[in-house]
């Protein structure tokens, strides 16, 4: 048997686990669950299963779900990939983000939902930033001197900071043993407020 054969072998007996990609895809386009059963012809209670895995489509069936969400069926799976990685960076790996690098490393690499990057060394970042979504700022080791919305504070080993959406910021390590782990959001996900508060 080849890889191929293999592979093939292999997603026939696994079940498509899709949900979280067609409930993010439907809601990305505002339809109901209704909406999408129409134009699907399949039921509303077995569209309800499959966007919270409790039921797994066949390939007909997901190729009816993404014809009615306007995409493929092979978006829809590699989405739903996506939603299980499983990746661990070692501190050796140089899994460096793209452009000027030095002393940057992303500690989630791909395109998720959580964005988090490892500055080390003595850093000027030079400009002001202002994300759409929330950050934390964590210091591992050395100092940070961090300007937020006309505030300054002083953060040391174990102290962290967190931004809300909107917030403008600037930041600066002031040791050269200063390792600074910023997380976020990701900039291509909307989030939003819970009415409930």
Known sequence: ???KDAKDTKEREEPLRVGAAVRKRRRALGL????????SGL???FLSQIE??????????L?????????SAERLLAASDAGRTVDVVR???????????????????????????EFSGEKETGREFEHRNDELLYVADGAVEVEAEGRAYRLGPG???FLSGGVRHRWR??????????????DHIATTTDPRG
């Open 1 to 3: 048997m080849d890889a």
């Open 32 to 39: 109901t669950l209704a909406a999408v059963a129409a134009r």
């Open 43 to 45: 039921s509303v209670p």
């Open 52 to 61: 919270n895995e409790r039921a797994h489509p066949s390939m007909r069936s």
């Open 63 to 71: 190729q009816r779900v993404s014809d009615a969400l306007d995409t």
């Open 91 to 117: 501190a050796g790996d140089d899994a460096r983000t793209s452009g000027p690098s030095d002393g940057v490393r992303a500690l989630v690499r791909g395109q998720h939902q959580l964005h988090a990057l």
């Open 159 to 161: 102290d962290a900071l």
């Open 173 to 186: 390590a002031t040791t050269p043993d200063t390792r600074i782990l910023v997380v976020s959001v990701s």
